[in-house]
């Protein structure tokens, strides 16, 4: 199982509402990333979780916040966004932070902030 | 990190081989480079990647220079499903993998 697993795929909500992304992965990979695209931009990278732990956060905004509760799932926690915020968030893993092994990329999740 | 160039935009004939070139002059020794392609509206994809020597997997070959500074992602014979964004990255580990803006590839009947 090669899968990295995000849910919603689509998401829409108001800028005073409270929802989370998640992701999920059964690789047993000890690394995971959250990236922020915007339409015809590359992703940009915001966190980075190694063995659990935040290790990067890319001067993301706090209505931004990250979440590992175990090795296999990453959130997402968004409260009081605004509707430039909308974007595909993409979440991913790799073996290790450290190692020079590939990263697998979930579809992402559409968010629309209106 | 070292900065990456790759041309915006390139067309491909189906079933020829086609070329992406990279540049990297200022990558250092224990650089890897990695490529990525992300079709639209999917997440990226890892393809290939490498130090020094050429690799070749099922999807692609990589050829990196002698000097390091270039490389060429090549997909042998190319189909419509290879029309995507591709995206060369050098990087020492995975922790932080940067993006730049990459080559539209598109693949013609």
């Known amino acids: 199982d090669t899968e990295v697993t995000q849910t919603p795929k689509h998401l829409v909500m108001g800028m005073t509402n409270k929802k989370s992304l998640k992701c999920e992965q059964h690789?047993?990979?000890?690394?995971m990333y959250w990236y922020k695209q915007k339409a015809k931009k590359p992703p940009e990278l915001m966190f980075v979780?190694?063995?659990?732990?935040?290790?990067i956060n890319e001067s993301v905004p706090s209505r931004f916040s990250p979440e590992c509760p175990n090795s296999s799932l990453l959130n997402l926690h968004l409260h009081a966004l605004q509707p430039e915020d909308s974007a595909l968030y993409l979440c991913?893993?790799?073996?290790?932070?450290?190692?020079?092994?590939?990263?697998?990329f979930g579809q992402g999740t559409r968010l629309t902030v209106v | 990190d070292a900065k990456t160039t790759q041309p915006p935009s390139m067309d491909c004939a189906e079933g020829r081989a086609a070329n992406l070139p990279c540049n990297h002059s200022?990558?250092?020794?224990?650089?890897?480079v990695y490529w990525y392609r992300q079709i639209h509206s999917q997440g990226p994809q890892y393809i290939i990647h490498?130090?020094?020597n050429n690799e070749t997997n099922e999807m692609a070959s990589l050829i990196i220079t002698e000097d390091r500074k270039s490389s060429t992602l090549i997909l042998p014979h190319a189909t419509l499903r290879d029309t995507a964004v591709y995206y060369c990255?050098?990087?020492?580990?995975?922790?932080?993998?940067?993006f730049g803006e990459g080559t539209q590839l598109t693949v013609n009947p």
């Open positions: 991913a893993s790799s073996q290790d932070p450290k190692g020079n092994t590939e990263a697998f």
């Open positions: 690789m047993g990979h000890r690394a």
């Open positions: 979780y190694s063995y659990e732990k935040l290790s």
């Open positions: 200022t990558i250092s020794g224990n650089e890897y």
């Open positions: 490498g130090l020094k």
């Open positions: 990255i050098v990087r020492v580990a995975i922790s932080r993998l940067t």
